[in-house]
């Protein structure tokens, strides 16, 4: 038992000697086992079907070429593993509550902990059958916490003054093959303005092409000789 405690670099925090013969912790297995109040781990740890019940579990680590934890699947199917799962088991769900969250968490020039950026998943519709979810993505921002996306099961919305950077062509309604900056397949609705070449135009101009740029000019008219008309009437 005294070298059970010393494997692994286990505290010496002893609160309970239980009896479990099939509890392998450490690498050790033994018929009796220390059940620690604060138990501390150095070196590698490797363990199967571990629960922690309540708590805390923290990893403190500084290299830079290893990860601090490491998830490995042997599963040579298509199946998806290894999986990690994020559970709220909630008494009372309800519309709108969020659920797992994922934050990356660094120091401002003065030393102070922020929370720079997070991933949450939030409930939409807790109707069963009908549920409905989304992911919440918030970055810091000018000195606070933004949330600046939202992807529903029909949306990706960008909310909070986030704006839309395409490196390539985008394609809409449908288009999967973009062979321009913008493609639409559809109709297009424009609560504003069109600026050609940089610019917004002037009243009365029409938009023109020389073949490579469009820009606004001066709108054409038809002088009708017959009718003593000019097209489109002044």
Request: no cysteine; proline share 3%.
């Amino acid at each position: 038992l005294a070298n059970y405690q010393t494997e692994a670099g286990l505290a010496s925090n002893v609160a309970t000697l239980t009896s479990n013969n099939s509890d392998n912790l450490g690498g050790v297995a033994a018929a009796s086992y220390a059940q620690l109040a604060s138990p501390t781990f150095t070196g590698t740890l490797s363990a199967t079907n571990v629960t922690l019940n309540s708590g805390q579990l923290t990893i403190n680590y500084t290299s830079t070429t290893n990860p601090a934890l490491s998830i490995v699947s042997t599963e040579d199917g298509s199946a998806a593993s290894p999986e990690i799962e994020l559970y709220k088991n909630s008494a009372t769900p309800a519309d709108g509550d969020y659920l797992g969250q994922i934050k990356f968490v660094g120091e401002s020039d003065t030393g102070v902990k922020r929370n720079f950026a997070k991933i949450t998943g939030k409930v939409s519709d807790v109707t069963n059958n009908s549920e409905d979810g989304l992911i919440e993505t918030a970055i810091h921002k000018a000195g606070s916490l933004t949330i600046v996306s939202r992807q529903t099961h029909s949306d990706l919305k960008l909310i909070n003054g986030t704006g839309l950077e395409v490196d390539g062509n985008a394609g809409f309604g449908g288009n999967t093959t973009p062979s321009h900056a913008i493609r639409a397949d559809g109709d297009i609705s424009l609560n504003g303005g069109i600026h050609a070449n940089g610019s917004l135009g002037t009243d009365g101009q029409i938009l023109k092409s020389n073949g490579s740029v469009s820009y606004w000019g001066a709108e054409l008219k038809v002088y009708d000789v017959s009718n003593n008309q000019v097209f489109p009437p002044v």
